[in-house]
């Protein structure tokens, strides 16, 4: 961010008061600062709000250029899985999407949170196509998404792909897992059946659902 005329002519004019040989050439002592020695229409002020003014305006041209660059960058998107998986979870059932000619790229005119269905994705890239999986969420699992919801979220994933990118796209129910293990827990707390004893939960089983989710 550029600096302020004013700031840079005081940090000018600090080092400039600070240096010995000009302190003795003026005959500076204690500790005068620039104003207090000079006048603001002094050759020596005018000449430093000249400097200021120069490095002033040279800052906000570099500014004005790195926000060009960012802008460029923005509208160069770059297709990685990590793009696609952050694409899925943005899919907005029943909202139409909107063309951007400035970034030539399709997106909502309004982010709404609670039309975003899909809460689970994993991506694969195939060599050849990119593989999606997604999911909804039905009492904090995934579920499979129903026939409409999924036939527009392949329409919204196929309109936002890079051209010339395969996708396969799908939403299955979830695999059935079996796990064998032996689990220690306190007696106090919880009983044989894995419940606790104060409120009837199962905390080993709600976190084995966790983590698998």
């Known amino acids: 961010m550029a600096r302020t005329i004013a700031e840079i002519k005081k940090e000018m004019t600090d080092a400039y008061m600070s240096n010995s040989i000009i302190r003795d050439i003026y005959g500076i002592t204690g500790d005068a600062d620039f104003d207090s020695v000079f006048s603001p229409v002094s050759i020596e002020s005018t000449l430093f709000y000249i400097f200021a003014a120069t490095a002033h305006v040279i800052e906000q041209m570099f500014d004005q250029f790195k926000t060009d660059v960012e802008e460029r960058i923005d509208a160069n998107i770059i297709p990685t899985v990590r793009w696609y998986h952050s694409s899925a979870l943005a899919f907005q059932y029943g909202d139409p999407l909107v063309y951007d000619p400035e970034k030539y790229q399709f997106r909502y005119s309004a982010i ?4 975003q269905l899909v809460k689970y994705v994993a991506v694969k890239d195939r060599g050849g196509s990119i ?16 026939g409409d919801v999924l036939t527009a979220f392949k329409s919204y994933m196929n309109s936002i792909k890079i051209a010339g990118v395969i996708l396969s ?4 129910k979830a695999d059935d897992i079996r796990i064998n293990a032996t689990i220690e827990v ?6 044989a059946s894995g419940v606790r004893l104060t409120d009837g939960s199962k905390p080993v089983l ?3 659902n966790d983590y698998l989710k």
């Open 186 to 191: 306190d007696p106090m707390v919880i009983n």
């Open 112 to 115: 709404d949170e609670a039309k």
């Open 169 to 172: 796209i799908q939403s299955m």
């Open 206 to 208: 709600a976190a084995i």
């Open 131 to 146: 593989q999606i999986l997604v999911s909804g969420d039905e009492g904090g699992l995934p579920c499979p998404l129903t």
